[in-house]
T-cell receptor, first 118, second 114 residues
Framework: GAVVSQHPSRVICKSGTSVKIECRSL??????MFWYRQFPKQSLMLMAT?????????EQGVEKDKFLINHASLTLSTLTVTSAHPEDSSFYIC??????????????FGPGTRLTVL | AQSVSQHNHHVILSEAASLELGCNYS??????LFWYVQYPGQHLQLLLK??????LVKGIKGFEAEFIKSKFSFNLRKPSVQWSDTAEYFC????????????FGKGTHLIIQP
């Protein structure tokens, strides 16, 4: 199957700092990528849709100024948690849908990034 | 808005037992349905998906699921589980052509005892 990577896998930062998380589709191009957040022992919650060449679409209740998304190329989306606070500590996961001949195939998930804000 | 409900949060079975994990969704339109598995320390992996056609869907590793439209359900089944099936299982839905963001259920933690 296709591969989606995330970097870093784990990050610890001080409150007030900003953290950037990268999501890359390694062997296919993705005009759209998705960012999810997973709290301990809970499900994944869709945060936003990252669109290559245009603005991201945020789910209700997600602060777009807090979680900046940039989809700079067909293989890279970045999520920046600005002025992070302890309540932002979570597991952030990205996914990218792969299409073949214009037909949707499958969504592939990254391994996730564990963010801990002290 | 879509929502997904998984009834069993923790399931413990012995090897060779049969498995059925419940999943119900709420959405007024056409949905696509998925089951994902997350083994400890690993990525989410797709077990199976339903878009249209035969409501009985077969996936990888001997799993299958049945879409019952009248019940808004998409239960996951396996006739005989193995110790290696120990994992977290998520039911998910989306609409459109299938490439939209997913709405996940809370997940079921499955433990298979040898």
């Amino acid at each position: 199957g296709a591969v989606v990577s995330q970097h870093p896998s784990r990050v610890i930062c001080k409150s007030g700092t900003s953290v950037k998380i990268e999501c890359r589709s390694l062997d296919f191009q993705a005009t759209t990528m998705f960012w999810y957040r997973q709290f301990p022992k809970q499900s994944l919650m869709l945060m936003a849709t990252s669109n290559e060449g245009s603005k991201a679409t945020y789910e209700q209740g997600v602060e777009k100024d807090k979680f900046l998304i940039n989809h700079a190329s067909l293989t890279l989306s970045t999520l920046t948690v600005t002025s992070a606070h302890p309540e932002d500590s979570s597991f952030y996961i990205c996914s990218a849908p792969k299409t073949s001949g214009g037909t949707y195939n499958e969504q592939f998930f990254g391994p996730g990034t564990r963010l801990t804000v002290l | 808005a879509q929502s997904v409900s998984q009834h069993n949060h923790h399931v413990i079975l012995s090897e060779a037992a049969s498995l059925e994990l419940g999943c119900n969704y709420s959405y007024g339109g056409t949905v696509n349905l998925f089951w994902y598995v997350q083994y400890p320390g690993q990525h989410l992996q797709l077990l199976l998906k339903y878009f249209s056609g035969d409501p009985l869907v077969k996936g990888i590793k001997g799993f299958e699921a049945e879409f019952i439209k009248s019940k808004f359900s998409f239960n996951l089944r396996k006739p005989s589980v193995q110790w290696s099936d120990t994992a977290e299982y998520f039911c998910a839905v989306n609409s459109g052509g299938g490439a939209d963001g997913l709405t996940f259920g809370k997940g079921t933690h499955l433990i298979i005892q040898p």
